[in-house]
């Protein structure tokens, strides 16, 4: 009896803890057809392609209390620096910017679980192609995000691929690509980024396949009455 090995997903860090959590919240009301979870994923779709700066309607969607109750204590002291601040304003981007994105992903799919755990963006785009071809103009578009020399750069570019994910019903970890996001502003952490998706997206065809995602999307203690409406 032979066993197949499977590759397991990264750990999340705290951002895409959080994402990992909401996105399942919100996915699992979608799939349902729950009116508070149809009517999220249609405002979140607005904030898509922007940095949070930019979709200030969306405040207190995005984010919520256990997103700040999971942050840095000294970001909310008198200890707090200006690099904590910067570090603040990366951490809200990457969860807006993730959670965004996967409200257009999921966009008409009632059947299929856009968000699951374990496909890299390089892997997901991967998936699109034929097996053993490159499709350049594919390959071009995903070279772009990466070339993104800001965030709202990276954010429409990242767009433009989630539009295609779509297309296809290709999943991809919200939760991953939160930590990517977030680690993508950090000093150094662009080439740290580059290099993480662009091995993604050449390993995904010779390795094992990834472990099925088999967490649930269920509903947590704090899912609202109108999201289970």
Known sequence: MTTTATHQPPPLQWVGAFVDERVREIQHGYLQDRSGAVSTLAQLRRGAGKTIADAPELWGLTLDDRFYANAPRRWFTRYETEDDKKNQER??????????????????RREERMHQRGPDLGAAVR???????????????????????????????????????????????????????????????????????????????????????????????????????
């Open 91 to 108: 951490a809200e981007n990457a969860a807006h910017i993730a959670l965004t994105l996967y409200a257009v992903h999921q966009q008409s």
């Open 127 to 229: 998936r699109m192609m034929p097996p053993g071809e490159i499709d350049e103009p594919l390959r071009r578009r995903f070279v772009q995000v990466g070339t993104a020399h800001d965030m709202p750069t990276l954010a429409y570019r990242l767009r433009e691929v989630v539009v295609m994910l779509r297309r296809d019903a290709v999943p991809l970890d919200y939760g991953l690509l939160a930590d990517r996001i977030h680690h993508f502003q950090q000093p150094g952490g662009k080439k740290d980024v580059r290099a993480l998706w662009g091995r993604s997206f050449h390993a995904s065809s010779a390795r094992p396949a990834e472990a099925p995602d088999a967490a649930p999307d269920t509903p947590t203690e704090t899912e609202t009455d109108e999201d289970t409406a």
